[in-house]
């Protein structure tokens, strides 16, 4: 059961332009979300995250959005930066307990 | 400040044997979480320590264990090695109930166990 859904696998976006990361989640008792950068042959980076309390929140080029009702979630990145391309990840806690789950990432290539 | 590291880099074991794999958070944290990256898979939970008690572990067979040490390194060992434990294997570390940020799991760079 994938409580946590990437459903592009991969995405490409023009150097400057906004890169639009979503994910999808089926758990209502995850109370904290997250998204991690993957470079090959690195562990995942911490980028953002958000509390389902909030709606938004930004830390320079990257937001994410939390529609709780939709039960969704989504990354931009604005401009997207050649330095961007890597996989990404988004990640969900559940109330309670500190595991976090983790969609099946989404390859984010950043073209010139 | 010096991240998560793990060790070794890369392991090649054969079917039946053992692995152990080491993990040191970051200073400060004492959680630390086992994660398995399989090929073409996502990032599936194993295990979770803290203050050297085991909290959680995910849907993996008891062959797969670890420990938490006094100084909050932890070691992964996973018996009776299958094909199928091919895989990246990460730790991460955090702080749980120190404060701000307490839900934030920062990685290693993780072991690459490859079993022949």
């Known amino acids: 059961d994938q409580q946590v859904k990437q459903n592009s696998p991969s995405l490409s976006v023009q150097e400057g332009r906004i890169s639009i990361l979503n994910c999808d989640y089926t758990n209502s008792m995850f109370d904290y979300f997250l998204w991690y950068k993957k470079y090959p042959a690195e562990g995942p980076t911490f980028l953002i995250s958000i509390s389902s309390i909030k709606d938004k929140n930004e830390d320079g080029r990257f937001t994410v959005f939390l529609n709780k009702s939709a039960k969704h979630l989504s990354l931009h990145i604005v401009p997207s930066q050649p330095g961007d391309s890597a996989v990404y990840f988004c990640?969900?806690?559940?109330?309670?307990?500190?595991?976090?789950?983790f969609g099946q990432g989404t390859r984010l290539t950043i073209n010139p | 400040e010096a991240g998560v590291t793990q060790s070794p880099t890369h392991l090649i074991k054969t079917r039946g044997q053992q692995a152990t794999l080491r993990c040191s958070p970051i200073s400060g944290h004492t959680s630390v979480y086992w994660y398995q990256q399989a090929l073409g898979l996502g990032l599936q939970f194993l295990l979770w320590?803290?203050?050297?008690?085991?909290?959680n572990r995910g849907n993996f067979p008891p062959r797969f264990s670890g420990r938490q040490f006094p100084n909050y390194s932890s070691e992964l060992n996973v018996n009776a090695l299958e094909l199928e434990d091919s895989a990246l294997y990460l730790c991460?570390?955090?702080?749980?109930?120190?404060?701000?940020?307490?839900?934030?799991?920062?990685f290693g760079p993780g072991t690459r166990l490859t079993v022949t």
């Open positions: 320590y803290d203050e050297g008690e085991e909290r």
């Open positions: 991460a570390s955090s702080l749980v109930g120190k404060g701000q940020g307490l839900y934030e799991q920062y």
């Open positions: 990640a969900a806690k559940i109330q309670g307990a500190q595991k976090l789950v």
